[in-house]
């Protein structure tokens, strides 16, 4: 069940100078060059967790993660909608066959947002469904997606569907591109070609069986992380590694090729030494406690499921790569001081990256205060731990 297959992640370091020979490109068009699409999408570097018999690389999420890592190395927005699209193949287990073929079969890809924004009425015509109106945020690879997931309140004649406990019900529903209006709003620091500009629907039928109920809907395929779901979220740890890896690069590039003051070569001085020693221990050893936890965590599905010791520090392990990842990239930037600052320098992009990265939810604050909780012996407060 844990075995590494060296397969998916040679494909992406072979893709490395490929993907850094067009980092002009994708910050100029703030998008992933649709060449480039074509190449990942040939490799099936977008389906990296679906079953092959479903038209993907059934992939471990361990594997899944070392792949984004590297991709993220040669470039961070390459490396994130990578990790979008392997996160969105995560939904696919919630669905029936006939709805995952319609949506990721024959290389389709998937962007969205899970945040209840939109407005789903519920009608029976031309079968049992809903007319699917609204905006989402942040859907990453809006560019070359084929289907977008916006997750709806459900209403009915007279307003919107509550529970027992009088809450909202929503849902989490599939349109195709077609029926789609991508808004140009990804105007950001970093991660620039990652495309993760807002999205409309208005009036769009989706059939019921073409959704699921986030947090709530049992799974549908043999394949769902039932129990181990913070395995979705170790691309974001994977992520951020690749692009601190790829600042510490540069920097030994930039310190072993330029002298500094009277002509002494910056690889001599002991302060730059040291800081080199210091980025490359956060990230390395960030590196090792995050593949280990995911892999403890991978192995306890087939030992009679995980703990919550065993998911909440796996979520603990996913945030602080992001944070070690990030420290280790401004101590380079800063220790290299005017050689850094140029957009001509290879350390500018990981250092926007890097921060954009740093500021998604996922991996933000409560998922520490989460974790902390169940260190103390607490129940987990955050769903998916």
């Not at 490396?79 to 287990?93: H, I």
């Not at 070609?193 to 986030?214: E, L």
């Not at 920097?251 to 080199?276: F, Y």
């Not at 996913?318 to 050689?339: E, F, I, N, Y």
Request: with cysteine; glycine share 10%.
């Amino acid at each position: 069940m844990t075995t590494i297959h060296a397969g998916p992640v040679e494909s992406a370091i072979e893709l490395h100078e490929e993907i850094r020979a067009r980092a002009a490109d994708i910050e100029e068009q703030r998008r992933i060059p649709p060449d480039l699409v074509d190449r990942l999408r040939g490799r099936g570097l977008f389906h990296l967790g679906l079953p092959e018999s479903m038209g993907g690389l059934g992939q471990d999420p361990v594997t899944a993660a070392r792949v984004v890592e590297e991709l993220a190395r040669a470039d961070g927005s390459v490396g994130w909608v990578a990790m979008v699209a392997a996160q969105a193949t995560w939904y696919a287990s919630f669905l029936e066959d006939r709805d995952v073929q319609a949506i990721w079969g024959d290389g389709g890809i998937v962007a969205g947002t899970a945040r209840p924004t939109g407005r789903a009425l519920a009608v029976d015509r031309p079968e049992p469904g809903y007319l699917v109106t609204g905006q989402w945020p942040f859907a990453s690879g809006s560019t070359h997606a084929d289907w977008f997931m916006g997750e709806c309140v459900i209403h009915d004649g007279d307003g919107p569907r509550t529970d027992a406990a009088g809450n909202e019900v929503t849902r989490a529903l599939f349109v195709p591109r077609e029926e789609v209006t991508v808004l140009d709003t990804w105007h950001t620091t970093g991660l620039r070609g990652t495309a993760s500009n807002d999205f409309r629907v208005q009036d769009a039928f989706v059939p019921a069986s073409r959704g699921f109920r986030m947090l709530a809907s049992p799974p549908k395929q043999p394949w769902a992380l039932t129990g181990a779901e913070p395995l979705v979220f170790i691309n974001h740890g994977a992520h951020a590694l690749g692009v601190g890896r790829a600042a510490v690069e540069a920097a030994l590039e930039v310190v072993n090729s330029k002298r500094g003051w009277g002509g002494q070569p910056l690889a001599a001085v002991p302060r730059l030494q040291a800081t080199v020693a210091e980025a490359t221990v956060l990230v390395e050893s960030a590196r090792a406690y995050l593949y280990e936890q995911a892999t403890a965590l991978w192995e306890a599905l087939g030992e009679g499921g995980p703990t919550h010791h065993q998911r909440a520090r796996t979520r603990l392990a996913t945030t602080h790569a992001v944070r070690a990842s990030a420290q280790a990239t401004d101590l380079v930037h800063g220790a290299l001081a005017t050689s850094a600052i140029f957009t001509s320098s290879s350390l500018e992009r990981p250092f926007r990256d890097i921060h954009t990265a740093a500021a998604h939810v996922m991996v933000g604050p409560m998922t520490l205060e989460a974790a902390g909780r169940v260190e103390l012996g607490q129940e987990p407060a955050f769903p998916f731990f």
